[in-house]
């Protein structure tokens, strides 16, 4: 093919109705709804439902404990001494200033994004490891069935398992936006929402500690202890203690607070930056306790608590004294105005209609929410790309196993070249470069070259650390000479994509990055040829970069000035058609 025929093949008409269908999307992948969780315990897995009903029991016999040994003398001594709020209320002004109380409605908001769109994540890798090889059969956490033992052999690629085949759906009133494989979407729902809600926690700790409000939420002595657990016993012997909330919250609200707001939140911060390979390229972190595997599950642990915290706040402001609790977060007044009641209902009745609206709005205009995603965090990304990948594995950390994922070649021509041991195959380097060039499998092969152990960052959550080995970009690029025009770099797939009549795969990426020592046109993987599955006879690696952008089967190398003019304009085959972002370094 020529220049205009690598364009023409990679792209697809941009009128139309690009909404998402069930059944249409994604090369028409079929439904598979996600299963109830399970934990794995020991060699066996049990469903979390058993978790939560074991976890009602649990409260039923605390209760009743609770209820018996509060009859005794030494326990109604102890709840004397320590009521719940005696050691915290010093230097504490009464009431709750606006700013906080604003505050706490933007959470509310972001919060329901933040969580509805990480669990539709989630649902694209429905499992969680703690090995940096996301190695099948060792999840913790799962939200389907065992992977098929016989579709585990790279040998086989027609049969393999791939990541995309792993994924499930969730409910669209529960996921954002539900349907399967829609994770480009949901990510751009949840970093927007991730933005937000991170100024709004810089503000909120700006605001606390200037006004002297942290004093509400910080434990200024070691007696909140004693009083968190006088608190913890009255309120399960359903002999609540008095709700002092609009002086000093109790020692254990105190400490909940002080749990969410000063350990959970910023955890939920790092632990999402651990999951970017440009984090782990730069430092190393591809392995040990703060492998992506790891951050991955206590990100999940952080939304369980988030949920777990909502839910019993919510439960605690109804049973403790719905209005006069509702007028101090409303008004800030300790009063019991049946107004505060209206305009709760009234903003919560507005949130339920956002939520309802979340996937509806998604699936009918998703480019649109690409687009604000693009424009409210992609220059986030952008800056997170200047980070040049400097980490290199052992051997020991090669991961026994490697997931796959792409629609694999399908044309006569591809396996014409793979049967004659790519001695036929070329691959043609041109657009705005001094020296178009066609290289020979055997002169780059014979070219010099170089090798490294990195670690491989799928979007959909899994992560896999292989030896690569093959030529340097920079070395393509000092041989054809791009122009000085040249800003980005198109590497078209001998591949299709997943979407019928969708054009060949392609991806585009900034040429700054090309020139970075570890930015590989590999041909090697663990130390033999690369298998089909794994993208033969090249595949790039831009170590920066998530897994989607590193294109397989390559056949050709295109230098321009934009890719507005490419497929659809939106900088890849996933960008045109799953929504997913050209920048992609977390």
């Known amino acids: ?136 059969g060792t999840a913790w956490l799962r939200l389907r069935g065992p992977i098929p033992p016989d579709r585990l052999d790279p040998a086989d690629p027609s049969r393999q398992w791939t990541a995309k085949d792993d994924s499930v759906s969730l409910p669209k009133w529960l996921g954002i936006p539900g349907i399967r494989h829609t994770i480009g979407l949901a990510r751009w729902w949840h970093f927007t929402f991730d933005a937000l809600w991170l100024i709004n926690g810089l503000i909120f700790y700006v605001l606390l500690f200037s006004t002297g409000q942290w004093r509400r939420i910080v434990p200024q002595s070691w007696d909140v202890v004693p009083n968190a657990v006088s608190t913890l016993v009255q309120y399960l012997s359903l002999d609540f203690p008095a709700n002092d909330g609009f002086v000093a919250y109790n020692g254990l609200q105190l400490i909940a607070y002080f749990l969410t707001v000063f350990v959970f939140a910023p955890l939920a911060f790092v632990t999402g930056l651990l999951q970017a390979p440009a984090i782990a390229a730069r430092f190393g972190l591809g392995r040990g306790p703060a492998n992506r595997q790891v951050a991955r599950s206590v990100h999940f642990l952080v939304l369980v608590w988030m949920v777990f915290f909502i839910a019993v706040h919510t439960v605690m402001v109804f049973t403790t004294g719905l209005i ?132 491989h960052y799928c979007i959909q959550g899994w992560s896999g650390i292989a030896k690569w080995g093959g030529v340097r970009m920079s070395d393509i690029l000092d041989f054809v000479r791009p122009l000085p025009s040249a800003r980005w770099v198109v590497f078209y797939s001998m591949a299709d994509g997943s979407e019928p009549g969708g054009g060949r795969y392609y991806d585009c990426h900034k040429i700054e990055h090309m020139r970075h020592p570890m930015t590989l046109l590999a041909y090697e993987m663990n130390g033999q040829p690369l298998a089909e599955i794994h993208g033969a006879p090249l595949r790039l690696r831009n170590e920066v970069e998530l897994g989607f952008k590193q294109v397989k089967w390559i056949d050709a190398i295109e230098f321009v000035e934009s890719f507005d003019h490419i497929g659809k304009g939106h900088g890849g085959y996933n960008e045109d058609h799953e929504f997913f972002g050209y920048r992609m370094p977390i």
């Open 1 to 136: 093919m020529g220049t205009d025929d690598d364009t023409r093949a990679a792209t697809r008409s941009v009128s139309g109705d690009e909404s998402v269908r069930l059944g249409q999307w994604a090369g028409g992948i079929a439904d598979e709804p996600a299963g109830v969780p399970s934990i794995r315990l020991g060699r066996r897995w049990f469903s979390s439902l058993w978790l939560i009903l074991l976890a009602v029991a649990g409260l039923v016999v605390a209760v009743a404990v609770a209820q018996h040994v509060r009859q005794y003398e030494w326990l109604q001594d102890f709840i004397e001494r320590y009521p719940g709020t005696a050691a915290t209320r010093g230097g504490i002004e009464p009431g709750l200033p606006a700013w906080l109380r604003w505050s706490h409605l933007f959470n509310i908001v972001f919060m329901m994004f933040i969580i509805r769109a990480g669990l539709q994540i989630l649902a694209d890798h429905p499992r969680l490891y703690l090995n940096a090889g996301s190695t099948p």
């Open 324 to 455: 006069g609790n509702l007028n101090h977060i409303v008004f800030g007044t300790n009063t019991n105005s049946y107004w505060a009641l209206a305009i709760y209902l009234v903003v919560m009745a507005v949130i339920v209609v956002l939520w309802l609206l979340a996937s509806p709005v998604t699936l009918r205009y998703p480019r649109m929410v690409q687009t604000v995603g693009r424009c409210c965090v992609g220059w986030i990304k952008g800056l997170m790309e200047w980070l040049h990948p400097r980490a290199d594995y052992t051997d020991n950390d090669i991961s026994p196993y490697f997931w796959a994922n792409g629609t694999l070649p399908a044309s006569q021509e591809y396996r014409r070249l793979q049967a004659g041991g790519w001695a036929g195959y070329r691959l043609r380097v041109y657009g705005l470069v001094e020296n178009p060039t066609e290289f020979s499998y055997r002169e780059l092969v014979s070219m010099t070259k170089h090798e490294q152990i990195t670690q």
